[in-house]
């Protein structure tokens, strides 16, 4: 988060509260769990590391923050930055292996139960989307949310009809 | 009251040793104004079962009711007249009448039905206005859009205000913007009251629905019912302070 509220100031110099709005406008229903205060705590760690200045206001109590040339130097960084694609598969993969071999608990159970809580997830994401304005950016955001639940669903699937076919056990049990 | 009701019902293809039993005893209940998806792999019999519960195909045992009608006895003129009135279509591949226009594509189940060509026509622009098709009346399928298409299909399911909508893949030849729009159209339906049986591999369009039944060689091997708000969404922000 840091480095987005940093990026949002190369625009201009703004106000936490601008920032906070903006960022809640990008991200629609997955910004309401933000709390307000949140903003705030992350520009007095960036001011901290010297990468925005606040500068002179008419207002004492509504400070104006800009960016240092070592916070432009991070947000051209950032910006090229390729973030790496994390999978959080193993843990679920594991606990089917491990139920299967030990029968302690029925893996086609436990892929139902997930696939029901990731319908449950998709459902929310889904009806967020068709309830934002035309236009609205946070749909953008919500459609990359319901494309990898719906990835995760489909790799569900896969796992029923490994689960349960008897001759795929792993045979070292 | 049920809208639809099945009991053991059953649909066999094929004979002796490559007999199929594509629907295996299904009992099923749809509550008037329910919106259930029924998913699962192909080949599992929903599509099937859509056919069995619409009258397109006769089973091999068991029952069918559409409201207080049983509807697997029936002769095939009094079938295809309940199906007309009763129950509407929409199917992946649209099937529109590729000669006539959107408007008359929505008109004809009414005329069919023996309305008037005034009261099909009222019926067919107020359906059209409501899935964002009113200013494509005069145009030919061929110059819509898949999204758009689809919009007149469920306006022509729509034109003798059926009981039961019984959708096959209705997003399955549509992109995301598309499917969105089909989306917004059916929960415009559900919160009508509208009852709607959806068959569909998409697991957006099975997420919107209030019921998922997940079937495996022609029985139903789960039944869950999906509810709203449970603020999962706003935990997924996955940005750190």
């Given at each position: 988060m840091q480095d987005a509220v940093l990026a949002m100031l190369a625009k201009e110099p703004s106000h936490g509260y601008e920032l906070r709005?903006?960022?809640?406008?990008?991200?629609?229903?997955?910004?309401?769990?933000?709390?307000?205060?949140?903003?705030?705590?992350?520009?007095?760690?960036l001011e901290k590391a010297g990468l925005i200045v606040c500068e002179p206001s008419d207002s004492p109590d509504r400070k104006v923050y800009a960016l240092t040339?070592?916070?432009?130097?991070?947000?051209?960084?950032w910006l090229t930055e390729v973030a790496r694609p994390k999978p959080d598969?193993?843990?679920?993969?594991?606990?089917?292996?491990?139920?299967?071999?030990?029968?302690?608990a029925d893996p086609v159970e436990l892929v139902a139960a997930q696939r029901r809580e990731l319908l449950r997830i998709l459902r929310e994401a889904q009806l967020a989307a068709l309830a934002e304005p035309a236009g609205s950016t946070a749909v953008v955001l919500l459609e990359g949310v319901m494309l990898r639940f719906q990835a995760d669903l489909?790799?569900?699937?896969?796992?029923?009809?490994?689960w349960s076919t008897p001759h795929n056990e792993p045979e070292d049990t | 009251m049920n809208v639809l009701q099945t009991r053991r019902l059953t649909k066999e293809h094929g004979a002796g040793a490559s007999r199929v039993r594509a629907v295996d005893e299904v009992d099923l209940d749809v509550p008037e104004g329910q919106t259930l998806a029924v998913m699962g792999p192909s080949g599992c019999g929903k599509s099937t079962l859509l056919h069995l519960l619409g009258g397109l195909e006769r089973p091999t045992a068991g029952e069918v009711w559409i409201g207080q009608r049983r509807t697997d006895s029936l002769s095939e003129r009094a079938l295809a007249?309940?199906?007309?009135?009763?129950?509407?279509?929409?199917?992946?591949?649209?099937?529109?009448v590729d000669?006539?226009?959107?408007?008359?594509?929505?008109?004809?189940?009414?005329?069919?039905?023996?309305?008037?060509?005034r009261e099909a026509r009222r019926r067919a622009d107020f359906l059209l206005d409501q899935v964002g098709l009113a200013d494509r009346a005069r145009h030919l399928p061929s110059e819509l859009s898949g999204g758009q298409r689809q919009r007149a299909a469920i306006a022509r399911a729509l034109a003798n205000e059926p009981q039961v909508v019984l959708?096959?893949?209705?997003?399955?030849?549509?992109?995301?913007?598309?499917?969105?729009?089909?989306?917004?159209?059916?929960?415009?339906?559900r919160a009508a009251g509208q009852t709607l049986v959806i068959v569909t591999h998409d697991e957006r369009v099975a997420a919107t629905a209030d019921r998922l039944i997940s079937m495996r060689d022609g029985m139903f091997v789960d039944d869950t019912r999906l509810l709203d708000g449970t603020g999962r969404l706003a935990g997924l922000i996955g940005l750190e302070g």
């Amino acid at each position: 988060m840091q480095d987005a509220v940093l990026a949002m100031l190369a625009k201009e110099p703004s106000h936490g509260y601008e920032l906070r709005a903006r960022l809640q406008q990008s991200l629609g229903p997955l910004g309401e769990s933000m709390n307000p205060g949140q903003i705030y705590v992350t520009l007095g760690r960036l001011e901290k590391a010297g990468l925005i200045v606040c500068e002179p206001s008419d207002s004492p109590d509504r400070k104006v923050y800009a960016l240092t040339p070592s916070g432009q130097q991070r947000v051209a960084a950032w910006l090229t930055e390729v973030a790496r694609p994390k999978p959080d598969l193993a843990e679920f993969h594991l606990k089917l292996v491990v139920a299967a071999a030990a029968r302690l608990a029925d893996p086609v159970e436990l892929v139902a139960a997930q696939r029901r809580e990731l319908l449950r997830i998709l459902r929310e994401a889904q009806l967020a989307a068709l309830a934002e304005p035309a236009g609205s950016t946070a749909v953008v955001l919500l459609e990359g949310v319901m494309l990898r639940f719906q990835a995760d669903l489909r790799w569900l699937d896969i796992c029923e009809r490994t689960w349960s076919t008897p001759h795929n056990e792993p045979e070292d049990t | 009251m049920n809208v639809l009701q099945t009991r053991r019902l059953t649909k066999e293809h094929g004979a002796g040793a490559s007999r199929v039993r594509a629907v295996d005893e299904v009992d099923l209940d749809v509550p008037e104004g329910q919106t259930l998806a029924v998913m699962g792999p192909s080949g599992c019999g929903k599509s099937t079962l859509l056919h069995l519960l619409g009258g397109l195909e006769r089973p091999t045992a068991g029952e069918v009711w559409i409201g207080q009608r049983r509807t697997d006895s029936l002769s095939e003129r009094a079938l295809a007249r309940l199906r007309r009135r009763s129950i509407g279509f929409v199917f992946q591949a649209f099937h529109l009448v590729d000669e006539l226009s959107t408007a008359e594509n929505v008109e004809l189940p009414a005329l069919l039905a023996g309305r008037s060509l005034r009261e099909a026509r009222r019926r067919a622009d107020f359906l059209l206005d409501q899935v964002g098709l009113a200013d494509r009346a005069r145009h030919l399928p061929s110059e819509l859009s898949g999204g758009q298409r689809q919009r007149a299909a469920i306006a022509r399911a729509l034109a003798n205000e059926p009981q039961v909508v019984l959708a096959d893949e209705p997003t399955g030849n549509l992109d995301t913007a598309a499917t969105t729009d089909v989306l917004r159209i059916f929960a415009e339906l559900r919160a009508a009251g509208q009852t709607l049986v959806i068959v569909t591999h998409d697991e957006r369009v099975a997420a919107t629905a209030d019921r998922l039944i997940s079937m495996r060689d022609g029985m139903f091997v789960d039944d869950t019912r999906l509810l709203d708000g449970t603020g999962r969404l706003a935990g997924l922000i996955g940005l750190e302070g």
